[in-house]
């Protein structure tokens, strides 16, 4: 068996994220930034930074079977990162409905729809609205 190896990204990482083959790692170096970055087997490589949030990115996931990013902050707001064709992460804000910062989000199974937490003890469960061409909550 080979030795672990250890590979320093930043100081310090808040959330992170793996696409469904490990190539590719979203990161978040507990700050609102999130880095996308592909990984070979010995080295990382930026692809991509993602700046939409105002404060501290809290929670990061990775849909497999859609290859769309989704990502909560401090700020109360989530996102859904999307590639385009030219390989450009286009973000869509999703409406939450929170008062409280969102601390972690992850997607469901099918891919349709993702929960979202926050400070408040509350849960937006979020679908897309095809009607109205945005992601928003309902609250559990």
């Known amino acids: 068996m ?11 990482i808040g959330c992170h994220c793996w696409n469904v083959d490990a190539t590719k790692i979203a990161y978040s ?12 087997g010995n080295k990382f490589t930026t692809e991509a930074k993602l700046n939409e949030h105002d404060a501290r990115v809290t929670g990061i996931d990775w849909a497999a079977q859609s290859n769309r990013i989704v990502s909560c902050s401090e700020d109360r707001n989530a996102y859904v990162w999307t590639q385009n064709e030219n390989g450009e992460w286009v973000p869509v804000l999703v409406l939450l409905r929170i008062d409280f910062a969102a601390t972690d989000i992850k997607w469901s199974p099918n891919e349709s729809k993702f929960a979202c937490a926050s400070g408040n003890k509350l849960v937006a469960v979020c679908r897309f609205n095809e009607e109205s061409n945005w992601w928003a909550s309902d609250h559990s």
């Open 2 to 12: 080979s030795a672990p190896k250890s590979f320093h990204l930043c100081d310090n």
């Open 29 to 40: 170096p507990c700050s609102k930034e999130i880095i996308v970055a592909s990984f070979d």
